[in-house]
């Protein structure tokens, strides 16, 4: 199950009701839980990315007409159920697949690299080089072909 995540995710949502609560300094650290969790790519990211505080004279102008106060601050109330709905879907459906199946192939290919390719792999990876996948290919093929059979082998079959 998700029990480190979902542990992460309520501690930033217990952060919200922090005294000194900086919300740029809190998307950050959320930001980097859930692209850990859910990917770069994840509509959740974009939501907390588009969280702000909107100080337009309309919007002040608005919110004291309909008598609003500071007891229920909308951005961070936004940012609860954002936070929650991600909370109840991995309690519900677990991981995503693809990180699963990303961790077993990290474990296989760390049986079969040495440490020194593991981490230009995982250099690569991070990188922007649009010949990222023909160099990470380049170290795999350094591989002797039954290693590399048999991760693939492993891969397969688990």
Known sequence: MAEKEIALLKEQITRLDEKNFDLEAWKNHTLIFLERIFGKDSSKIKMIKDLHYDYSSWSLRDTAAAGKTKDKDPVRMQADEILRATVAELESLGLPENKKEQEKVWELLQDEL?????????????????????????ILEKLEKENLALTVAKLLTT
Do not use: N, Y
Request: aromatic content about 0%.
């Open 114 to 138: 040495t440490g020194k390719q593991v981490k230009e792999i995982e250099a690569l990876q991070k990188s922007e080089d649009p010949e990222k996948t023909e160099k990470i290919a380049i």
